[in-house]
């Protein structure tokens, strides 16, 4: 018996280990695969410049991110701030998630090799298909990471487990406010429930420990960095819901939109649907089963995400959850009356089949950062930029036929901002210029979009309070010049500035320079 046991947690170290190896090296190797400026460098910059004493809220305006800002600084403190160390970061947190799914699915008595088998598979559709931090791959992993505490909190009423999901659940909002959010007032009812079908309370106190704990960690890394409250109710909650509520009546409600695009998300789910409905109708006290809560819980990870997917209108990135709702599917069917015949084999196929299919079409065709038919032989090394980016395949959507081309731009643009000793500040999409020129270049936003997410435009609300924050930057910076590089234009300068506050030349072909003026606009209101 003895020799079985220790055979069997030998098999279960080899399977582990491989487990690590592999989904540390499959992030590694797609993060080196081409770039999408705008998403792929949203917090090379800015966690080099919490490093430098620059904070979000305070210093750069910010909606969404805090955390993987944080997050980042500390891997380029231990591992020097290049793009290795920029995507080790995302590796790891696919890492640590696919050894937690491996570990709780054994928790549920699930053998060893079918634990390898969905975890190694949620490891390839998980972070790869980014292959950089990401805010809403970020806000959804801690989520569920979450979520598999809560369950286990639920299952073996351990302490640990009640005080964790707090933790995580705050780290997933604090990465992005969405899909965080839902899942957190999913969660919130769903204890309600739990607590009063079961009469039982005790995870209340750890829970609240938690939290209080959290929030106070908060409050005390705020004051220690000057930031004000106002201005992170201002970037992270009030302005922000500006956005949510465009994106609500915007929402496109399509058969394709809705049910389609997420089939096979709900051909996982469909076993623990249709066998939770079955136990239900057939079961007394079913309800107050553990089985009927981690179904509840699932289906509302499952629904949030396929929420924010709908609101979002990004790329679809959630396909890991087949994996991991195919796992407890299978766990489900073991545990009733279906494990015989073809279901399990069928669940089994099904996923391996899902697995290779966005396999192709997110990592190896980089379909997430827009780069799907690029010729990746074009690549360039990016260590021809600086030795920083050693490593990455460099080649981008706008510049995908001539990527040497976008390299001469930007070293070009290195050599003029090097020479030129003024305050500056610097308005770009490839936010990793305070990396390469190791300077303050007081960008005021994380990075630019044309369509008012990353700052408010003029026709929104909070337009009046980010033109001041820009402003105040300008002044306390004593900034004497702003460089904006294309696709971020000039325009988005007039409107907060005006013309005659500006005087422009165009120093190259994505590069141009805004000599600031005095002038009666730069007033704080």
């Not at 305006?61 to 955390?67: L, T």
């Not at 997050?71 to 696919?98: E, K, R």
């Not at 790869?128 to 806000?139: Q, Y």
């Amino acid at each position: 018996m003895n020799k079985s046991i220790k055979t069997s947690n030998f098999q279960e170290k080899i399977l582990i280990f491989f487990l690590f190896i592999f989904s540390l090296l499959i992030n590694q190797y797609y993060g080196n695969k081409g770039i999408f400026p705008l998403d792929s460098f949203s917090h090379f910059d800015t966690g080099y410049r919490i490093l430098i004493g620059e904070y979000p809220f305070r210093d750069y305006w910010i909606v969404e991110g805090p955390f993987i800002d944080y997050l980042q600084s500390i891997f380029f403190y231990i591992c020097g701030a290049n793009w290795q160390s920029y995507i080790l970061h995302a590796s790891l947190i696919n890492v640590i998630l696919s050894i937690v799914t491996f570990k709780i699915l054994k928790d549920f008595n699930l053998n060893i090799y079918y634990c390898f088998f969905y975890s190694i598979s949620f490891s390839i559709l998980a972070y790869p298909t980014s292959g950089t931090p990401f805010a809403d791959h970020h806000s959804a992993f801690f989520s569920i990471l979450g979520i598999y505490f809560l369950i286990l909190g639920i299952k073996n009423n351990l302490k640990i487990y009640w005080f964790l999901f707090p933790f995580f659940l705050g780290f997933a909002f604090f990465s992005k406010q969405v899909p965080s959010s839902y899942i957190i007032i999913f969660v919130f009812f769903i204890l309600i429930f739990y607590s009063v079908i079961n009469k039982k309370f005790n995870w209340i106190k750890y829970s609240f420990f938690s939290s209080a704990l959290f929030i106070f960690i908060l409050v005390m890394i705020g004051k220690i960095q000057g930031i004000s409250f106002n201005s992170f109710m201002d970037q992270y909650i009030f302005y922000p819901r500006t956005l949510g509520a465009e994106r609500y009546q915007d929402i496109e409600i399509s058969f394709k939109n809705i049910f389609l695009n997420f089939k096979f998300i709900y051909i996982s789910l469909l076993p623990l649907l249709f066998t939770n409905l079955w136990k239900i109708f057939s079961e007394r006290d079913y309800l107050r089963k553990k089985d009927f809560l981690y179904f509840l819980i699932l289906f509302s990870l499952a629904l949030s995400l396929i929420l924010h997917q709908l609101l979002t209108k990004n790329q679809i990135f959630i396909f890991f959850l087949i994996p991991v709702l195919a796992a407890f599917s299978h766990i489900t069917l073991l545990n009733y009356r279906f494990k015989e015949k073809f279901f399990i084999p069928l669940i089994i196929v099904l996923c391996i089949f899902i697995t290779f299919k966005y396999h192709l079409r997110f990592n190896e065709g980089r379909k997430f950062h827009e780069l799907r038919n690029i010729n990746f032989s074009l690549s360039q090394p990016g260590n021809k930029i600086d030795k920083k980016f050693f490593g990455l395949q460099w080649i981008s959507t706008e510049f995908r036929d001539n990527p040497k081309e976008e390299i001469n731009l930007i070293l070009k643009t290195i050599s003029h901002l090097q020479k030129d000793e003024r305050k500056k500040m610097l308005m770009t999409h490839y936010a990793f210029f305070s990396v390469v020129l190791n300077q303050k270049l007081f960008s005021p936003t994380r990075y630019y979009t044309t369509h008012g997410v990353s700052h408010p435009t003029k026709d929104n609300r909070y337009f009046k309070t980010y033109q001041n924050f820009f402003i105040k930057k300008i002044k306390q910076n004593n900034i004497n010049v702003i460089y904006t590089m294309k696709p971020v234009e000039r325009y988005f300068l007039s409107e907060l500035l005006g013309d005659k506050c500006l005087k422009t030349s165009s120093i190259n072909s994505i590069l141009d320079e805004h000599l600031i003026l005095e002038c009666d606009n730069l007033k704080i209101d």
